[in-house]
Nanobody, 126 residues
Framework: VQLQAFGGGLVQAGGPLRVSCAAS????????MGWFRQVPGMEREFVVA????????YTADSVKGRFSISRDNAKNTVYLQMNSLKPEDTAVYYC????????????????????WGQGTLVTVSS
C-alpha cells in the first residue's frame, strides 16, 4: 500500500487546517490508519488513529479536543482536522497504515504500522 499525504502549509495560531492522506494499492476492510508527527531532533509521536470502520478512534492527550480523524473508504482517504492550532503543533505530519490489529495499544504505537506516507509540513505561526 502506498500512502500520500497532502494539505500541509502555514497557518496562524488559533486557525484550522485539514490534511489528507490517500491510500492506493490492495486495501482490505482491516486497514487501520493513523497520523504521527515529528519535530526535527525529536522522536516521532502519535497524534490520532482510526479503524477501518471508523467506529474506533484514538487521540493523543496533547491534541484531544482540537484534532479529529475521519476517513472516506470509498476514496481510500483519511483526514486529519486540526483546530485551534498552536505553535507547538508545528511538525511534519506523517500518515501511516497497516492491515489488522486492534486495541488502543496497537493503534498508538509507531512500530505497529507497516506503511508510511512521505509527510507534510504544518507550520503554525504565533
Amino acid at each position: 500500500v502506498q500512502l500520500q499525504a497532502f494539505g500541509g502549509g502555514l497557518v496562524q495560531a488559533g486557525g484550522p487546517l485539514r490534511v489528507s492522506c490517500a491510500a492506493s494499492g490492495l486495501i482490505s476492510s482491516t486497514y487501520a490508519m493513523g497520523w504521527f508527527r515529528q519535530v526535527p531532533g525529536m522522536e516521532r509521536e502519535f497524534v490520532v488513529a482510526i479503524s477501518w470502520s471508523g467506529n474506533s478512534t484514538y487521540t493523543a492527550d496533547s491534541v484531544k479536543g482540537r484534532f479529529s480523524i475521519s476517513r472516506d473508504n470509498a476514496k481510500n482517504t483519511v483526514y486529519l482536522q486540526m483546530n485551534s492550532l498552536k505553535p507547538e503543533d508545528t511538525a511534519v505530519y506523517y500518515c501511516a497504515g497497516r492491515h489488522g490489529g486492534s486495541g488502543e495499544s496497537f493503534y498508538i504505537r509507531e512500530r505497529s504500522y507497516h506503511d508510511w506516507g512521505q509527510g507534510t509540513l504544518v507550520t503554525v505561526s504565533s
